[in-house]
């Protein structure tokens, strides 16, 4: 099955300062790739998806990278504001009737002032 | 926007008992699935749903758990003798096409502890 890394598991970075979050994914039938935050005891909320048709996708200050040959996919948040301060995960499957996202461990972010 | 909504928010049950988890999907949706996260780890697959039957489900998902949709807006998960272990947050989960086309968003979720 499906094995999703996530890396790394804490960040810090002041305001205003780039946060980059890296996953890489096992299975190379997988072709979509959601990004979720979740913050303290609320449900995870999609921010972000790319399907493996495409390199990147970008929505204001998010933006995810897929480098199929590598199996690796990255968020990439600009401009960080304290409300981006979250756990975030990425995931992976292959699209079809009965998909299952396969989930990383969780990135902790915390953006300071 | 409708929103994938579960009931209850918190359950507490002593270890042994059977709990049941409630779910309504959004009502044009065909594809339902359970999550689980325990605390402070990432969210686990547990089991879908299509056309009332599995169609999928995790090693997590024994003979202990089942689901059902027992009328055309409920989607439950009933866990029968609860264990310790079973302590986690549940969270439901619709599609309208599978994830070809429709991203997964998830209800509020069921926070279940086991004593």
């Known amino acids: 099955g499906e094995n999703v890394e996530q890396h790394p598991s804490t960040l810090s970075v002041q305001e205003g300062d780039s946060a980059v979050i890296k996953c890489t994914y096992s299975d190379s039938a997988s072709n979509y790739f959601p990004w979720y935050k979740q913050e303290l005891g609320k449900r995870p909320q999609l921010i972000i998806d790319i399907r493996s048709n495409v390199g990147e996708k970008k929505d204001q200050r998010i933006a995810v990278t897929l480098n199929k040959t590598a199996k690796h996919f990255s968020l990439h948040i600009t401009e960080t504001q304290p409300e981006d301060s979250a756990v975030y995960f990425c995931a992976a499957t292959q699209t079809g009737t009965a998909s299952k996202l396969t989930f990383g461990t969780g990135t902790r972010l915390q953006v300071t002032l | 926007e409708p929103e994938v909504t579960q009931t209850p928010s918190h359950q507490v049950t002593q270890m042994g008992q059977e709990v049941i988890l409630r779910c309504v999907p959004i009502?044009?949706?065909?594809?339902f699935y359970w999550y689980r996260q325990i605390l402070g780890q990432k969210v686990e697959f547990l089991v879908s749903?299509?056309?009332?039957?599995?169609?999928?489900k995790s090693e997590i998902f024994d003979d202990q758990f089942s689901v059902e949709r027992p009328d055309g807006s409920n989607f439950t998960l009933k866990i029968r003798s609860t264990k310790l272990e079973d302590s986690a947050m549940y969270f439901c989960a619709s599609t309208s096409t599978g994830l070809n086309n429709s991203p997964l968003h998830f209800g509020n979720g069921t926070r279940l502890t086991v004593t």
């Open positions: 749903f299509y056309n009332n039957e599995i169609s999928e």
């Open positions: 009502s044009n949706h065909l594809y």
